[in-house]
């Protein structure tokens, strides 16, 4: 097959079909579950870890194109949960393979957004979840709150409740989360200070029974054992800009997404090892 010889140190999920390595934008969304289920060289898959998996998206698979931008990216979990934008403005741009050769969405930090899944409406308990993103090309936040900059995802809720998961000062800890449930403002942030400006990121953020972390590039900051629940009020996610009104903080992200992994509970440390050492594997991305 083409992908032993063109890349003997990986056999990817993408790359385990050669449909899928010569036409990443083209299959069905059947095909390209077939696939990432069937394909016997495919070494990692994480709709296998410990937590149900209930949005898998990857730019390299399942996008919708609408000339250069996106109009849909499919959930490759299973799920549907897809993520979408009909306002072909706000559409993130569909960029070639740049980051560790494979195709990446681009959000130009002004209106690119996409939605998606109810949040709280999917997850078994509010209480236990773990979001994973890959990115680069991003910019510090102008604060220590997670919501204060560039929102990278969060729920829109309604009133004075709001979950973001967005980006720092560079002295706080980079990337994180926070949850507002009306009253108290809980977040947990990655604690690494030593990441360059827009650096290719593996970020993980999770709640396990309310201690909250984050992780960036498989460095994790301090655990906040005060997180609270999601709010019933978080529910469709929007990617690119996070919660509120478009003209509140946080603003729109400005980078790259090029994996997003929502799970369905906290995943094992173990979990997110394997998790991690993958997705640094696929994207040449040092730990």
Known sequence: MGVVRDHPAE?????????????????????????????????????????????????????????????????????????????ADDQPTISGTTFGARAELRFDGSNDCMLGLDLYGELSSASYWTIVVVMQGWSYGGGGNPWTAEGILGAPSGGANYFNVGLTTKAYGSVGFQNYDGATNRSAVSGDTDLD????????????????????????????????????????VKLGKGPRSDAQTPNFYSGSLSEVMIFDGALSKADISSLESALALRYGIAL
């Open 11 to 87: 056999t990817s999920l993408a790359e385990s079909s050669d449909v899928a390595r010569v036409h990443p934008r083209k299959q069905s969304i059947a095909e390209e579950n077939g696939v990432l289920r069937d394909s016997p060289a495919a070494p990692f898959d994480p709709r296998n870890l410990g937590k149900g998996l209930l949005c898998w998206t990857r730019a390299d698979l399942g996008i919708t194109p609408n000339s250069s931008t996106a109009a849909a990216w499919a959930d490759l979990s299973g799920e549907s949960n897809n993520w979408r934008q009909t306002t």
């Open 197 to 236: 400006e827009g650096v290719p990121l593996i970020a993980v953020f999770a709640t396990d029974n309310g201690t909250g972390f984050t992780r960036a590039n498989g460095k994790e900051g301090t655990p906040n054992a005060n997180t609270s629940s999601l709010n019933s009020n978080a529910t469709t």
